[in-house]
C-alpha cells in the first residue's frame, strides 16, 4: 500500500495562496489522490481528488505531476476559517477484500493567522 | 445529504467492561471503517467491512471486533477495555464494490470520545 508523507504543521496569513505537498512513492496504476480536511472535534471531510494533471473545484486545486509521486493541494486566498488538519491520501479504487482499507498519514495542521 | 451516526459523543468506561460503539450510515453504502484518531499519530485504521458479515482487519485490530449484521450498520466492539484504547473514534463509510469501483469520498461522523478509567 502507497504510503504518504507531508509536511507536519504549515503557518499562512488570510488571503494568501496555501500549498500543501504530499509524497507517494510508492503509488500504483490504480490508486488516486484524495485529500480530507478536519476541524477539530469534526471527522475529517472529503475535499477534492484526482489521478493525474490537474483537478479544481469550488474549495481547492489538485496538482499531480506525470510521474504521479506527489501531489499539491493549493488553497486559494485563505482565510481563518481554514485553520485545519489537511490529509493526503492514496486509495486504490478497487474496492473490496482487502484491497478496500484507506490509510490515512499523519496530515498537515495548517493555521492561518489574521 | 449522506449522515454518519454514532451513537454516543462521550463515553467513560471502566478498565474490563465491554464497550460497544455504534454507527449507523443512511446512503446504501456497500464499504464501513472503524479508526481512532489520537495526537500526533493521525488516524489508524481498525477494521473495516464491505459488504454484510464481510470484515477485514485494518492497521491496529488488537484488542478490538467488528459486527455488521445489517448494511446500515457497523459495530465496534472493546471486550475488555483498557486504559490505552481511550481514544477518539470515528466511523466513515463510502460507496462501492469490487464490482463497481468507489467514488472515493469517505463520509464519517462526528467521532465518539472514548476514556478508559
Known amino acids: 500500500l502507497a504510503k504518504t508523507t507531508q509536511p507536519i504543521s504549515m503557518d499562512s496569513y488570510e488571503g494568501q495562496e496555501v500549498n500543501i505537498t504530499c509524497s507517494h512513492n510508492n503509488i500504483a496504476t490504480n490508486d488516486y489522490i484524495t485529500w480530507y480536511q478536519q476541524f477539530p472535534s469534526q471527522g475529517p471531510r472529503f475535499i477534492i481528488q484526482?489521478?493525474?494533471t490537474k483537478v479544481t473545484n469550488e474549495v481547492a486545486s489538485l496538482f499531480i505531476p506525470a510521474d504521479r509521486k506527489s501531489s499539491t493541494l493549493s488553497l486559494p486566498r485563505v482565510s481563518l476559517s481554514d485553520t485545519a488538519v489537511y490529509y493526503c491520501l492514496v486509495e486504490n479504487m478497487n474496492y473490496g477484500g482487502s484491497q478496500g482499507n484507506l490509510i490515512f498519514g499523519k496530515g498537515t495542521k495548517l493555521s492561518v493567522k489574521p | 445529504d449522506v449522515k454518519v451516526t454514532q451513537s454516543s459523543r462521550y463515553l467513560v468506561k471502566r478498565t474490563g467492561e465491554k464497550v460497544f460503539l455504534e454507527c449507523v450510515q443512511d446512503?446504501?453504502?456497500?464499504?464501513m471503517f472503524w479508526y481512532r484518531q489520537d495526537p500526533g499519530l493521525g488516524l489508524r485504521l481498525i477494521y473495516f467491512s464491505y459488504d454484510v458479515k464481510m470484515k477485514e482487519k485494518g492497521d491496529i485490530p488488537e484488542g478490538y471486533s467488528v459486527s455488521r449484521e445489517k448494511k446500515e450498520r457497523f459495530s465496534l466492539i472493546l471486550e475488555s477495555a483498557s486504559t490505552n484504547q481511550t481514544s477518539m473514534y470515528l466511523c466513515?463509510?463510502?460507496?462501492?464494490?469490487?464490482?463497481?469501483?468507489?467514488?472515493?469520498?469517505?463520509?464519517f461522523g462526528e467521532g465518539s470520545r472514548l476514556t478508559v478509567l
Open positions: 466513515a463509510s463510502s460507496f462501492g464494490t469490487s464490482l463497481i469501483p468507489g467514488t472515493g469520498e469517505l463520509f
Open positions: 484526482g489521478y493525474k
Open positions: 446512503m446504501d453504502h456497500e464499504n
